[in-house]
């Protein structure tokens, strides 16, 4: 069983930028795939980035050039750098882990999942 715990959420100016930090719990991150998405009020759910066992990256279109995946597997942590923020970002962000290492976009794929935080843009 992994435990995934999202922080660094919270509310931020239009063009700002913040930093969500998801830690994991077991000592089998390093061969998991890590995925962040989000979900904004009366909005499906939504694919933003993953990371791979071995570090591949894949972003949503929509991200692309403003948000960074990263992990740190010695302190079981994956992290999602978001830059130029803007109203749009706005929704509930959830961290994934995925038992096998390849990147994915739907989440159906992942197999565990944290409670989320709340990211908020005001314009």
């Known amino acids: 069983q992994v435990q995934l715990v999202e922080s660094g959420g919270g509310l931020v100016q239009a063009g700002g930028s913040l930093r969500l930090s998801c830690a994991a719990s077991g000592r089998t991150f390093s061969s998991y795939a890590m995925g962040w998405f989000r979900q904004a009020p009366g909005k499906e759910r939504e694919f933003v980035a993953a990371i791979s066992s071995s570090h591949s990256t894949d972003y949503a279109d929509s991200v692309k050039g403003r948000f960074t995946i990263s992990r740190d597997n010695a302190k079981n942590t994956v992290y999602l750098q978001m830059n130029r923020l803007n109203s749009e970002d706005t929704a509930v962000y959830y961290c994934?882990?995925?038992?096998?290492?390849?990147?994915?976009?739907?989440?159906?794929?992942?197999?565990?999942w944290g409670q989320g935080t709340q990211v908020t843009v005001s314009s």
């Open positions: 994934a882990a995925k038992i096998a290492p390849w990147v994915e976009r739907l989440g159906e794929s992942y197999d565990y």
